[in-house]
C-alpha cells in the first residue's frame, strides 16, 4: 500500500513561518500530483495548493504569495512553506497524492494522517 506522512506542523504566532514535509512511500509506479488541504472542526476539507509532476501549481487565493509548495520528485516528497501566517491559517492540513501503482491499476488518491498547525498569540 501508499503511505504518506506528513510532517512540520505546530504552535507558531501570527506572522511566523513553519514548513511542512509529505513523504510518500510504498507501491509508488509514478507520482503524478500532490497537494496540500487543510480542515478545521466541522468545516469541509478544502484545498491549499497542488503542485503537478511537472512542477506547475495552484493556490488557493486565501493564500497566494505567502504559501509556497514544491515537491522533490526523487525522495517522492512535497513540502508546503507557509509564510506570514494568520491564525485564520490554523487548521490540520493534509497531504494528497496521485498515484499509479502500476500499469494495470488505475490511479487513485491518498491522504496522509494530518499535521497541526496553529497559529496564535
Known amino acids: 500500500q501508499v503511505q504518506l506522512v506528513e510532517s512540520g506542523g505546530g504552535l507558531v504566532q501570527p506572522g511566523g513561518s513553519l514548513r511542512l514535509s509529505c513523504a510518500a512511500s510504498?507501491?509508488?509506479?509514478?507520482?503524478?500530483?500532490m497537494g496540500w488541504y487543510r480542515q478545521v472542526p466541522g468545516n469541509e476539507r478544502d484545498l491549499v495548493a497542488t503542485?503537478?509532476?511537472?512542477?506547475?501549481?495552484h493556490y488557493a487565493d486565501t493564500v497566494k504569495g505567502r504559501f509556497t509548495i514544491s515537491r522533490d520528485n526523487a525522495k517522492n516528497t512535497v513540502y508546503l512553506q507557509m509564510n506570514s501566517l494568520k491564525p485564520e491559517d490554523t487548521a490540520v492540513y493534509y497531504c494528497?497524492?496521485?498515484?499509479?501503482?502500476?500499469?494495470?491499476?488505475?490511479?487513485?488518491?491518498?491522504w496522509g494522517q494530518g499535521t497541526q498547525v496553529t497559529v496564535s498569540s
Open positions: 510504498g507501491s509508488i509506479f509514478m507520482l503524478y500530483a
Open positions: 494528497n497524492a496521485d498515484v499509479l501503482k502500476d500499469i494495470t491499476t488505475p490511479r487513485t488518491h491518498y
Open positions: 503542485i503537478t509532476d511537472g512542477g506547475t501549481t
